[in-house]
């Protein structure tokens, strides 16, 4: 099974600050990854997918980059919204393979 | 609008067996894959399998072959999943997910916790 790191596990940002968060894969994923973000007690909302698109609706200062096997999610401008928990997911090789998942914060 | 209604809490003993539905509105049914995903606290996400319900096709996770069984029922645009000889390992919240058009989960069901306890 292809083996997701993701980094930080924590992280606690201030209002207005831009974060990353990664995901390592442990092969090539050929960019088939997709972010998502859960809220306490919800079910995960899409916000990235195929590594770099924006998914419909998703607030603008979202943003995916990367490629082979390192990608990061990018929140340029963290607002109170956006606390929760982010994971990254693979779609390239069965099983499909989730992230550890990020918990952010605002400070 | 698409939405995917999922069954009640459940908590079941162990060695016994759980079936958990998710009713689906708003698109056609037949025409996506549906995808099951458990969550358990600390140990994260894991991806169970999916369902194509136009024709019954399955795909599952090694892992769980034999413990958990993937239906659909057309007529009510319902999926299943059946989860057997349950053990404390199993006691989870369980999500179905709709395969979006660009190939990733893009609506999710509320969510059902299973809770294994004698």
């Known amino acids: 099974d292809i083996q997701m790191t993701q980094s930080p596990a924590s992280l606690s940002a201030s209002l207005g600050e831009t974060i990353s968060i990664e995901c390592r894969a442990s092969?090539?994923?050929?960019?088939?990854l997709a972010w998502y973000q859960q809220k306490s007690g919800k079910s995960p909302q899409l916000l990235i997918y195929?590594?770099?698109r924006l998914q419909d609706g998703v607030p603008s200062r979202f943003s995916g980059s990367g490629s082979g096997t390192q990608y990061s999610l990018k929140i340029s401008g963290m607002q109170p919204e956006d606390e929760g928990d982010y994971f990254c997911?693979?779609?390239?090789?069965?099983?499909?393979?989730f992230g550890g998942g990020t918990k952010l914060e605002l400070k | 609008q698409v939405q995917l209604q999922q069954s009640g809490a459940e908590l079941v003993k162990p060695g016994s067996s759980v079936k958990i539905s998710c009713k689906a509105s708003?698109?056609?049914?037949?025409?996506?894959?549906m995808h099951w995903i458990k969550q358990q606290p600390g140990n994260g996400l894991e991806w169970i399998g999916w369902?194509?319900?136009?024709?019954?096709?399955?795909k599952y996770n090694q892992k769980f072959n034999g413990k958990a069984t993937l239906t659909a029922d057309k007529s009510s645009s319902t999926a299943y999943m059946q989860l057997s000889s349950l053990t404390s390992e199993d006691s989870a919240v369980y999500f179905c997910?709709?395969?979006?058009?660009?190939?990733?989960?893009?609506?999710w069901g509320q969510g059902v916790m299973v809770t294994v306890s004698s």
């Open positions: 092969e090539d994923i050929y960019s088939n």
């Open positions: 997910a709709r395969l979006g058009y660009y190939g990733y989960p893009d609506y």
């Open positions: 997911l693979q779609g390239s090789k069965f099983p499909w393979t």
């Open positions: 369902i194509y319900p136009g024709n019954g096709n399955t």
């Open positions: 195929a590594a770099n």
């Open positions: 708003g698109y056609t049914f037949t025409s996506y894959d």
